[in-house]
């Protein structure tokens, strides 16, 4: 049955009771709450916006969030069957067939709905009459006849072999791809809320994107008579998609693909990314995260929805994506990436250099350190006090079964030799820049950054 629950959650769910012995589904529902439609309103208006006049507002049209409503509703009846989200199935697809109509049409967004794959966030203006949402997909189809199609006149253990070979007819097939969910994401491939093969190719289509909906969000939240919540909303959507973009293309540095074998099978289980992409995926870093995004600040919308705010927010969002560069795990994997393959590898040398020069690019050419960029530039030294002082911190028991992360002896590894040279380099760096620059401000902040190194390098001791 589906349950409609008048309640405010902004969400669905399809659980079931299972017999543990078979694996049978005995009982199964689908939690329908009432704010799902919230949450598709959002995604829809964010993700395609740019590019769907049907998403231009802030209340669709009944056949739209019907059409919503059965997306949401097919994932969660597939759910209620036992299938398990499949967040490794939207790699299939290259980003640029994305943007073609004839291969949206025929195959949806990815190959299967129990991706958290969402709209197409990479169609652009003139690319025609794209599909733009999930279906029920080549993946879904095959798993469900996996597990229900009948194997007449055999035991349940003589099936295994007819089972084992509907899996290796496709094995090498991306469209018939398993990838788990991850919490703390390794497999970049495997990623929640993203489309395509290339996180950083449909990211710049989806920045593009959303920089055609920043200067439209007022006109399309406007009503008469009506306050600013929805922009302050819809702004905040727009602010989250950029997020997760950020999150997809992090994700790929000092990632690991992994792709499910059985003996019976060639090749590795586990390969890490290769190191152009990880290269690609710090350049996109430093473009369109570190380089202040001027296109997200904007104050006709920041005077109607809140009175200060903006420089805290430009902080904390390039802070969490450098923390999240910068966790104990990654640093981890660059490491082990190069002691595997040498100097084919992204190596976290090559990662902490680019990073360093990219954040702290004013000091080569003595120019002038806007503000946005001081915040950025203590945010980077707050870091770096963090891996000099700090360790990997316990993962809660509850939360220990599915969490998966890099476990690192942070105090022994070279994450603390590595990160005390760059400190001693940018010191060097920021004596040469520091009276090159006529900007008194300029001059005050690298005083401090000075000092704030020389304390990371030599704490005092307390007592
Ligand atoms: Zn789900």
Redesign the pocket.
């Known amino acids: 049955m589906v349950r409609y629950l008048a309640s405010p959650i902004p969400n669905a769910?399809?659980p079931h009771v299972s017999d543990p012995r078979s694996g049978e589904i005995l009982e199964s529902d689908i939690n329908w709450y009432h704010n799902v439609m919230t949450l598709l309103r959002n995604w829809f208006f964010v993700q395609t916006a740019a590019i769907n006049e049907d998403a231009r507002g802030v209340q669709f049209k009944d056949e739209v969030m019907g059409r919503l409503i059965r997306f949401v509703s097919s994932?969660?009846v597939g759910?209620t069957l036992g299938l398990p989200?499949n967040m490794g199935s939207s790699v299939a697809y290259s980003v640029e067939d994305l943007r073609d109509p004839e291969f949206t049409k025929k195959y949806g967004t990815a190959p299967s709905i129990?991706d958290y794959a969402r709209f197409n966030y990479i169609a652009q203006p003139g690319d025609g009459d794209v599909a733009l949402m999930p279906e029920i997909g080549t993946y879904d189809k095959y798993a469900i006849a996996w597990g229900y199609k009948p194997i007449l006149d055999k035991s349940a253990v003589e099936e295994k072999q007819t089972l084992d070979s509907w899996i290796l007819k496709h094995q090498n097939d991306p469209m018939y791809r398993f990838g788990s969910q991850q919490s703390g994401v390794i497999d970049p491939s495997s990623q929640t809320e993203d489309l395509g093969d290339d996180a950083v190719l449909a990211s710049q289509y989806g920045i593009a994107n959303l920089k055609r909906i920043v200067p439209n969000l007022i006109e399309w939240t406007a009503e008469d008579g009506k306050d600013y919540e929805d922009l302050d909303d819809l702004y905040g959507q727009v602010l989250s998609q950029y997020n997760r973009y950020m999150g997809h293309v992090t994700a790929n540095i000092g990632g690991v693909y992994q792709y499910y074998k059985t003996y019976d099978q060639e090749g590795p289980v586990y390969t890490h990314v290769d190191t152009d992409r990880q290269k690609e995926a710090m350049s996109f870093l430093q473009k369109e995260l570190f380089t202040t995004p001027e296109w997200l600040i904007d104050q006709n919308i920041f005077n109607k929805i809140e009175f200060d705010g903006n420089l805290e927010r430009v902080r904390n969002f390039q802070e969490r994506t450098m923390n999240n560069l910068l966790d104990f795990g990654r640093m981890a994997r660059l490491m082990e990436n190069s002691e595997i393959n040498g100097n084919e590898a992204y190596s976290l040398l090559n990662m902490m250099t680019d990073l360093r020069t990219g954040v702290w690019s004013e000091l080569n050419r003595g120019r002038s350190i806007d503000l946005y960029r001081r915040n950025l530039q203590r945010a980077y030294l707050e870091r770096m006090e963090y891996l000099m002082t700090e360790k990997q911190s316990a993962i809660p028991a509850r939360f220990r079964s599915w969490v998966k992360r890099s476990n690192i002896d942070v105090a022994n590894s070279d994450i603390r030799p590595i990160v005390r040279g760059e400190l001693v380099t940018l010191q060097g760096n920021i004596r040469n820049a520091m009276n090159r620059s006529n900007d008194k401000l300029t001059r005050y902040h690298l005083q401090d950054a000075l000092k704030r190194i020389d304390l990371i390098l030599n704490p005092i001791a307390k007592g």
């Open positions: 769910n399809g994932h969660e759910h989200h129990m």
